[in-house]
């Protein structure tokens, strides 16, 4: 067995041991190892990966890596090459259903694995996606446009004014919704920015992820975008929405203010949270329920107000025990517009700092607090530290979220660098970044082993 078509991606010693025993790529296997018996389908390697290990699909759908070193006995009971390309088929209309677009921005919500790379392969046309989730075309008719092909982490101010614009040109056109694919790292800052560089909105605009991809039996793809296309195309709260998983199960999603959002969990499919208060609503594929009582509504004009502003002249800036003054006159040093601190307990940083917080502010650098607590106002009149600060120029955010604080200020800034009328875009509240208040259901964080806890988990686990 010689052709290296049998062996994708292995090499060294991973490849002597399927040699030894005469087991292929994508031949079903039985392998005996010290650390027990295992069964399933012998998957390509990425090609920049190791030699110690052998990747199999075991009966779970699950893929694991076996290290070669445990292995003592391995057959080849069956071979079937997969083929992992995207099936395609044409996109029916349907008259009466809504119109709705997806943006891509490089976000895996429906895509195959390549095993040989390790990469993913996008779907995105409409007759990918109809291949892939069929049951989106009993939800709308749907147009798609690739915007840009980045990860998440690379999505920056360049592509929040892209978007926006992109937006402004589909209700101009009279789209009834927009959905828009994005990786889940940063999903929550492009959630923010879309909400203040579009106002006004007269459909839904709802940000869509998922935690694992489309080959995972445990995907949550297919269901988080067939939540998204129902609520676009049927929902009637018009405003930047993040749908993602509520429960961990698949009971129903969640969805999100732009402002509120956080994303909460490295891996679970529930990451993402409204923080100081209550979700939007919740969605299944047979319709969106409202939690909130007051939300923008849909309506038949096209009056969106577009503000594709932003200076990238903006940091954020977590404050740790003994930060030493430098670090603030780095920033300036550099040609920083805003700095917002993301302070301790009710909005604090140490007395060290201070004289370089001084400097910022003769710079006329813009600065504002928000809090690590993630939940609760900032409160800077109760404790000196807190008024000396005032004093030196740093502006109390009130119960805005660290990210959200940094994307509108960076907003703001790319409309004016008057310290008065950034001060007033700032704490002026577009959508709930600010509320009065948080409801008293605005913050929970329940700790296992509690009696009662226990008590509540065993009602609603499934």
């Not at 041991?17 to 994508?26: A, D, G, Q, S």
């Amino acid at each position: 067995m010689e052709d290296t078509d049998f062996f994708q991606g292995y090499k060294g010693r991973a490849l002597e041991v399927l040699k030894k025993y005469n087991v292929r790529v994508w031949g079903q296997a039985e392998m005996n190892t010290t650390r027990g018996e295992f069964k399933g389908t012998i998957l390509p390697r990425s090609v920049n990966d190791d030699d110690e290990h052998i990747v199999m699909k075991v009966i779970t759908g699950y893929n694991i890596g076996i290290d070669i070193n445990t292995i003592t006995d391995m057959k080849e009971i069956g071979y079937k090459k997969a083929n992992y390309a995207i099936p395609e088929k044409e996109f029916p209309y349907t008259e009466g259903l809504p119109h709705v677009k997806l943006f891509g921005t490089g976000g895996t919500i429906a895509s195959r694995l390549d095993y040989r790379t390790g990469a993913v392969i996008p779907a995105f046309s409409p007759g990918e996606l109809y291949g892939a989730v069929p049951e989106l075309a009993d939800i709308c008719n749907l147009e798609t446009e690739k915007l840009f092909a980045v990860f998440s982490e690379n999505m920056g101010p360049t592509q929040y004014v892209a978007l926006a614009k992109a937006i402004g040109r589909e209700i101009e056109k009279g789209i009834e919704g927009i959905v828009i694919g994005h990786g889940t790292d940063t999903l929550h800052h492009t959630g923010a920015a879309l909400t203040f560089m579009c106002q006004n909105l007269p459909v839904p605009v709802v940000l869509v992820g998922s935690q694992r991809s489309s080959d995972r039996p445990s995907s949550d793809a297919a269901l988080n975008l067939m939540h998204a296309m129902k609520t676009a195309g049927h929902s009637d709260i018009a405003e930047v929405l993040v749908c993602m998983f509520g429960p961990t199960s698949d009971e129903y999603g969640l969805l999100h203010k732009g402002t509120r959002v956080r994303k909460m969990h490295s891996s679970y499919r529930s990451t993402f949270r409204t923080i100081g208060d209550t979700p939007v609503a919740t969605v299944t594929r047979k319709g969106v329920t409202p939690i909130k009582k007051n939300y923008n509504k849909r309506r038949n004009d096209k009056n969106v107000i577009i503000k594709p502003y932003f200076s990238d002249k903006v940091t954020m800036v977590y404050y740790y025990t003994g930060m030493k003054p430098d670090i603030i006159d780095a920033i300036v040093d550099a040609g920083y517009k805003g700095i917002v601190f993301v302070g301790t307990g009710l909005g604090h940083v140490n007395k060290e700092i201070y004289p370089a917080i001084r400097r910022a502010h003769a710079a006329g650098v813009h600065m504002y607090m928000t809090l690590q607590t993630i939940w609760g106002y900032v409160q800077m009149y109760v404790y000196d530290t807190g008024r000396d600060m005032m004093a030196m120029g740093i502006i109390p955010a009130g119960n805005m979220l660290p990210e959200v604080a940094y994307i509108k200020l960076g907003w703001a800034l790319g409309q004016t660098d008057d310290p008065e009328e950034v001060k007033k875009i700032m704490l002026t509240s577009i959508n709930d970044e600010i509320t009065e208040r948080e409801p008293y259901n605005g913050y929970l964080v329940y700790q296992g082993g509690v009696p009662e806890v226990e008590e509540f988990i065993k009602k609603v686990r499934k």
